[in-house]
């Protein structure tokens, strides 16, 4: 797996917006001989050699940085088996909002009926009262 095309997609997002604010790395950006698909596969190797398995957004977007920044440097192996998760922030509008609210309040309202039904058919079955006779009701 070279990485998810989300994966992909955030990387050459946050590197096009860079190259528009950024003079000089628009240079570095736009040699033709670097390409997202190698810089995703050197992020990857470069993620792998460290060991860790979670990494804060700006760490992710410096070494693709530096890999556009450097002339020699090495890109490793594309990996085929790589899973990798991208944190996304979805911005829901007010409807949708209502919509939510409406289905978890039914859905909870469903799930306390459940249970009120089935706390009905579990209640312990009325035991008879066996009196035990007494030395004195003879």
Known sequence: ????????NTIKAYLDQRAETDILFSFQYSKPEKSID???TYILNEVKKS???????DEIFNMAVHFYDE???E???PMNNAHVVVNHFVELTEEEKQQARKDAIK???NEEYN???QSA???APKQAIISQPSLFDF
């Open 1 to 8: 797996m070279k990485g998810s095309n989300h994966f992909k």
């Open 75 to 77: 890109i490793g192996e």
């Open 51 to 57: 060991g860790c398995n979670g990494f804060h957004d």
């Open 38 to 40: 190698d810089c995703v």
């Open 121 to 123: 058919t579990k209640k």
């Open 107 to 109: 859905q909870l309202q």
């Open 71 to 73: 002339d020699t440097i």
């Open 115 to 117: 249970k009120m039904k």
